[in-house]
């Protein structure tokens, strides 16, 4: 059974850093792109970054780039999203979803979702 | 905010059809991208319902359906049931933005 467990969401002011983590099992981590996606309170959903198989391609949405890091260790299962200079928009339940596809990226769809994790940046 | 854009509401009464439009342009749907949807109970996780414009993943009854023509997207549920009721999102990809793209979401109630 696939499972995604997201850890590391909390209160924190603007400005600040918080990570993200996401225990994946159940399926060849390894072999599978992953993305985060994130719905602000009463909101629709945002995709906000994704990283290839293997680590070495990552994509952002521009509200997040150069702030956000996406990673992953393939050792341990784990996808991460480093998150700076946090703002209050960024207020949201962040999910981890596997991304599943055929050929070009651009085809992917996300077939797994954890449960999320509330981050909340307020003063 | 959001380049692919749906009906806040749709509803009707139990056994009917009902369907969700889902507008994107020629950067995304309309340039040939996939469109997939995704069901969202209240307080659960999205769950994938149709991938591929059409295809349904194991699991999912039939009752649901996709289509795509141009740069517009559907969505249609035959015979509506009580547990139908939640928030439906469209998704595909965006050239422009060189990212994923969802839509604006769909709220389902069934009368």
Same mark, same amino acid.
Request: aromatic share 10%.
């Given at each position: 059974?696939?499972?995604?467990?997201?850890?590391?969401?909390?209160?924190?002011?603007?400005?600040?850093?918080?990570?993200l983590s996401?225990?994946?099992?159940?399926?060849?981590?390894?072999?599978?792109?992953?993305?985060?996606?994130?719905?602000?309170?009463?909101?629709?959903?945002?995709?906000v970054?994704?990283?290839?198989?293997?680590?070495?391609?990552?994509?952002y949405?521009?509200?997040?780039?150069?702030?956000?890091?996406?990673?992953?260790d393939?050792?341990?299962?784990?996808?991460?999203?480093?998150?700076?200079?946090?703002?209050p928009?960024?207020?949201?339940?962040?999910?981890?979803?596997?991304?599943?596809?055929?050929?070009?990226?651009?085809?992917?769809?996300?077939?797994?979702?954890?449960?999320?994790?509330?981050?909340?940046?307020?003063? | 905010?959001?380049?692919?854009?749906?009906?806040?509401?749709?509803?009707?009464?139990?056994?009917?059809?009902?369907?969700?439009s889902c507008?994107?342009?020629?950067?995304?749907i309309?340039a040939?991208?996939?469109?997939?949807?995704y069901?969202?109970?209240?307080?659960?996780?999205?769950k994938?319902?149709?991938?591929?414009?059409?295809n349904?993943?194991? =699991?999912?009854?039939?009752?649901?359906? =996709?289509?795509?023509?141009?740069?517009?997207?559907?969505?249609?549920?035959?015979?509506?049931q009580?547990?139908?009721?939640?928030?439906?999102y469209?998704?595909?990809?965006d050239?422009?933005?060189?990212?994923?793209?969802?839509?604006?979401?769909?709220?389902?109630?069934?009368?």
């Open positions: 059974e696939v499972q995604l467990l997201e850890s590391g969401g909390g209160l924190v002011q603007p400005g600040e850093s918080l990570r996401c225990a994946a099992s159940g399926f060849t981590f390894s072999s599978n792109a992953m993305s985060w996606v994130r719905q602000a309170p009463g909101k629709g959903l945002e995709w970054s994704r990283i290839n198989d293997i680590g070495d391609n990552t994509h949405t521009d509200s997040v780039k150069g702030r956000f890091t996406i990673s992953r393939n050792s341990k299962n784990t996808l991460y999203l480093q998150m700076n200079s946090l703002r928009e960024d207020t949201a339940v962040y999910y981890c979803a596997k991304a599943r596809g055929s050929g070009s990226s651009t085809s992917y769809y996300f077939d797994y979702w954890g449960q999320g994790t509330l981050v909340t940046v307020s003063s | 905010q959001s380049v692919l854009t749906q009906p806040p509401s749709v509803s009707g009464a139990p056994g009917q059809r009902v369907t969700i507008t994107g342009s020629s950067s995304n309309g040939g991208y996939d469109v997939n949807w069901q969202q109970l209240p307080g659960t996780a999205p994938v319902l149709i991938y591929g414009n059409g349904r993943p194991s =699991g999912v009854p039939d009752r649901f359906s =996709g289509s795509k023509s141009g740069t517009s997207a559907s969505l249609a549920i035959t015979g509506l009580a547990e139908d009721e939640a928030d439906y469209c998704q595909s990809y050239s422009s933005l060189s990212g994923y793209v969802f839509g604006t979401g769909t709220k389902v109630t069934v009368l």
